[in-house]
């Protein structure tokens, strides 16, 4: 609206008036932000699955999602593990089975203090081809007591960021919660 108002040069006020008065729909803000910023549409396609594949890698995907996903963060989708065969399965189904751009994804690390944060970045960056420059800031938490944990998560935990609050309700949709 506020836009229209600019175009026009008239207040936001007489902008709400005449829509209002002509019962015009009108978005939310984040719906009028997302198509401002998706202008082509979603950055992402969902289409059921057509082969077996794609059924058996969309069944992992929403597993892995239920099982370690933050289901809490209402904006985008979040999964974070020690594992890297289990974040490049989940990778694997944002790309294959929802077009997601891998590049378009972003990492973050969580790491103990006796782990070198390159050495930890090296390992993640070979195992999941990606690049640098899709990791947040790392994360450093002061290392305990010795214990399993520790050993488990030597290159710490990494956590795959995509930023769209619509695919983020599409997999919770899909979840049988």
């Known amino acids: 609206m506020q836009e229209i108002a600019d175009l026009l040069h008239c207040s936001l006020s007489k902008v709400k008036y005449w829509i209002d008065r002509y019962e015009i729909d009108t978005r939310s803000r984040s719906e009028a932000t ?8 979603d950055p992402f396609n969902f289409t059921l699955p057509k ?4 059924a058996q890698l969309l ?3 929403l597993g892995l999602y239920w099982g370690e996903g933050t289901k809490a963060d209402k904006v985008s989708v979040r999964l974070g593990n ?4 289990l974040i490049r399965k989940f990778i694997e189904c944002l790309v294959e089975v929802f077009s997601v751009k891998k590049e378009d994804m972003r990492f973050g690390l969580q790491l103990f203090t006796d782990t070198t944060i390159s050495e930890a970045m090296d390992f993640w960056l070979k195992k999941l081809k990606i690049r640098r ?5 790392v994360t ?3 290392s305990r007591a010795r214990g399993t944990y520790r050993k488990k998560s030597r290159y710490g935990v ?4 995509y930023h769209n609050k619509k695919l983020r ?8 919660m």
Do not use: C, E, R, W
């Open 169 to 176: 309700d599409l997999l919770v949709n899909m979840l049988p």
């Open 34 to 41: 997302y198509l401002k910023n998706n202008p082509t549409g």
């Open 51 to 54: 082969t077996l594949k794609d």
């Open 133 to 137: 420059s899709q990791f947040y800031k």
């Open 158 to 161: 990494l956590t795959v960021y």
């Open 140 to 142: 450093i938490t002061q």
């Open 82 to 85: 020690t594992d890297p065969a």
């Open 59 to 61: 069944g992992i995907g």
